[in-house]
């Protein structure tokens, strides 16, 4: 009896003073984006003059589900926007000059290969893309590339958006 503080004591260091044997090792950013960066036709980054509104699109079921990402976004030079878990996603790009109001929109659908990534039990699964192909409208736009179709959760560029500007825009 005259041992069994000794052995609490000993039984409540060991168990506060052991770390658990499991350490959490997920990634801060668990989410992956699409990265657009928006160039000229001399693949200079330049910031719009425009206001530009993105509203995103998929299918659910029977119904075409709409929700506006980007809201009237002003001297932008690039965007990072959610992908559908569907096989596609469409981006409504409005525009709007500051002094003469709607001037046009485009439109870029992005066709991908989801991967879902397993990382461990405590952080669950990340969803991962790759650009299987991208096409677009041509009111505003010049032409879209791929830089890079792997879509993970490292920020860095996916797709670059070419306009033609004019000499005013740079």
């Known amino acids: 009896m005259k041992r069994l503080p000794v052995l609490l004591c000993i039984l ?7 770390p658990s044997c499991e350490v959490e090792n997920c990634p801060p950013n668990a989410l992956s984006y699409l990265h657009f960066s928006l160039v000229d ?7 719009t003059s425009d206001t ?3 509203v995103g ?3 659910a079921n029977d119904s075409l589900v709409s929700d506006t990402l980007i809201n009237q976004e ?3 030079n690039s965007f990072t926007l959610p992908l559908s878990y569907d096989a596609y996603t469409q981006f409504i790009f409005v525009y709007h000059a500051l002094n003469a109001g709607y001037v046009g929109r485009d439109t870029i659908r992005i066709d991908h290969r989801n991967i879902p990534y397993f990382t461990n039990l405590d952080c669950g ?3 991962f893309y790759e650009i299987t192909n991208v096409g677009h409208t ?4 010049d032409s879209i590339a ?3 179709p792997n879509i993970d959760n490292n920020e860095k560029e996916n797709i670059r958006i070419y306009f033609t500007v004019s000499g005013v825009e740079q």
């Open 12 to 18: 409540l260091l060991t168990g506060v003073l052991i």
């Open 41 to 47: 036709q001399n693949g200079r980054t330049f910031q």
């Open 52 to 54: 530009i509104t993105i």
């Open 57 to 59: 699109q998929t299918l």
């Open 74 to 76: 002003t001297a932008a």
């Open 125 to 127: 699964t990340m969803m």
């Open 138 to 141: 041509h009111h505003r736009l």
């Open 146 to 148: 791929i830089t890079n």
